[in-house]
């Protein structure tokens, strides 16, 4: 309140979801087996901030098919194809905090503006991922390649990705694990009045290095222990901007936003023949 007195009575944030997807495994042959899905949910996601409020009502559709091919002694390959369908409507009262001169004004100035639209977007993929193996060597070489399309942004993206593993004795495994990948603007970002609608889809390199251990060596129960550490570049963000596209058009969104993510996490399973359970 004290920076901005319009800012003042409920706070509310609340996030709903459902998803059911039943999946069908079928084998067609020793070495092919295929797995297909189509799944189903909603969306809900609720902000109110005093008469401020941004409410989002979203209908998913998603389905997935992939063909698990064993081609050699020391060849496996994944060849599939994913999509995800999207009905949004967004509704939001919310001020418009630019000015004419493209500087940044307090919220509670700005022209308050009354939005209820519906949207509808639309990504698939295909993939191809393989897994290398020689029966007599420790290394594991995991290169593949998804090729994305976003609707929203018109947008054809390859997306390579490498990983691999090394097997020490006792059960340990070193593995990496490096790839490309991308991920469309939320639909609102992208409208005509409100938003960009020239904004591209952001981005993201992705690392990873870490180990796994199994201490059951053979036996049905037992711990086993993995743990990694990731790093993620991340770029062409979706971001604020003051620019204006004219005199008295904001500019809205850009994609000049970046930035780091980085962390470890630790993941502890154990397996018996009554019971299993696990804690991250």
Avoid: C
């Avoid at 709903?16 to 084998?27: Q, V, Y």
């Avoid at 189509?38 to 998913?60: I, S």
């Avoid at 389905?63 to 409507?89: M, P, V």
């Amino acid at each position: 309140v004290d920076q901005d007195p319009a800012i003042r009575g409920n706070f509310k944030l609340d996030t709903k979801f459902f998803r059911i997807i039943p999946e069908w495994t079928h084998r067609f042959s020793p070495d092919a087996i295929g797995r297909f899905s189509l799944g189903m949910g909603k969306d809900w996601v609720l902000f109110d901030l005093g008469d401020y409020y941004v409410h989002n009502d979203q209908t998913a559709l998603s389905g997935r098919a992939e063909i698990e091919n064993q081609l050699g002694s020391s060849w496996k390959s994944y060849l599939g194809t994913d999509f995800q369908y999207n009905r949004t409507t967004v509704r939001y009262q919310l001020p418009i905090v630019y000015s004419q001169g493209g500087i940044s004004s307090p919220i509670g100035s700005g022209d308050l503006a009354v939005v209820s639209k519906k949207y509808e977007s639309d990504v698939a993929g295909v993939y191809w991922r393989n897994v290398f193996h020689q029966q007599d060597s420790r290394w594991s070489f995991i290169p593949g390649l998804r090729v994305s399309w976003f609707n929203l942004t018109d947008e054809v993206l390859p997306e390579p990705r490498v990983g691999i593993r090394y097997a020490l004795d006792h059960g340990l495994t070193l593995r990496a694990a490096s790839g490309l990948y991308n991920q469309a603007p939320a639909v609102q970002t992208l409208d005509k009045t409100y938003g960009n609608p020239d904004l591209t889809s952001q981005r993201a390199v992705h690392t990873t290095a870490g180990f796994e251990k199994d201490f059951r060596e053979g036996s049905a129960s037992g711990w086993s222990l993995s743990s990694d550490f990731f790093y993620k570049h991340v770029y062409d963000l979706v971001a604020r901007t003051t620019a204006m596209v004219s005199p008295s058009r904001p500019q809205y969104y850009d994609n000049s936003g970046y930035g780091h993510i980085y962390g470890l996490e630790f993941l502890g399973k154990y397996k018996s023949s009554l019971w299993q359970g696990w804690i991250a």
